[in-house]
């Protein structure tokens, strides 16, 4: 289960966790919960997750997806590891996404 | 049969399991275990990555999630480089097609896997059937 806050209308959602294939199905429905409450600006806090796979990937873009495209929203990810900035590099989605 | 298990040599570590993807991630802890053990230099990041991929595509599209089918993945360290195979028991797939396609666009939610493993450097090929992958890397 992500840690979850909210200040001055942002989620900041920190899974903790690998975003890999066995997780995937339990941080999209956190993800829904989240932006069918009606948040559209959402921070995922990647300390703690080491890994993400392409299951992961495709799971934030589709978030993004439904916040930047269908409502407006924004996602930033942040404190990303050295590598996973390099996996966002090499699939060319670091112009993607804001991460900070 | 056991639902994971995992054999070793010095050099090699093979695992056998039902298609499941909690059995990925405990296919994946094993790996770097044994990686962890061993003196090779290597981004255990790019590894464990490609490695996902592989498995990924084995028990997602291969096997299509059946648990009663079952994946085998060895990962071998010779002299130069390191060696995986992962194979399913699916038919098979179009890799021919598959590898020729233009990279997914960055809205597209999926379709990225092989074409992961290649940018992280790992030279790869099928057998014909498109159910056994095999992945090669130079390591120091």
């Known amino acids: ?100 | 049969m056991e639902d994971f298990f995992c054999s070793q040599t010095g050099s090699s570590i093979a695992c056998n399991f039902a298609s499941s993807l909690v059995n990925i991630d405990r296919t994946v802890d094993a790996v770097k275990n044994f990686l962890d053990r061993r003196d090779i230099v290597i981004s255990q990041f790019e590894l464990v990555f490609v490695l996902r991929e592989a498995l990924n595509n084995a028990v997602i599209h291969g096997n299509d999630n059946d648990s009663s089918r079952r994946v085998d993945c060895t990962l071998r360290l010779a002299r130069n480089t390191i060696n995986i195979t992962v194979t399913d028991q699916g038919k098979g797939f179009d890799w021919r097609r598959q590898l020729g396609r233009t990279p997914v666009a960055t809205s597209t939610t999926s379709g990225r896997g092989l074409n992961a493993m290649l940018r992280y450097g790992f030279a790869m090929r099928f057998n014909a059937a498109g159910n056994t992958l095999y992945l090669t890397k130079k390591i120091r």
């Open chain 1, 1 to 100: 289960m992500s840690h979850i806050e909210r200040k001055n209308g942002v989620v900041t959602m920190k899974p903790g966790i690998d975003i890999v294939a066995s997780q995937c199905a339990g941080l999209k429905q956190e993800f829904l919960e989240i932006i069918n409450g009606g948040e559209n600006k959402i921070i995922i806090d990647l300390a703690g997750t080491e890994m993400i796979d392409s299951s992961g990937i495709g799971l934030l873009i589709s978030i993004r997806n439904s916040l930047v495209n269908y409502g407006g929203g924004e996602i930033e990810l942040l404190n990303l590891s050295g590598d996973l900035k390099q996996l966002f590099k090499v699939m060319k989605l670091d112009n993607h996404f804001k991460i900070s």
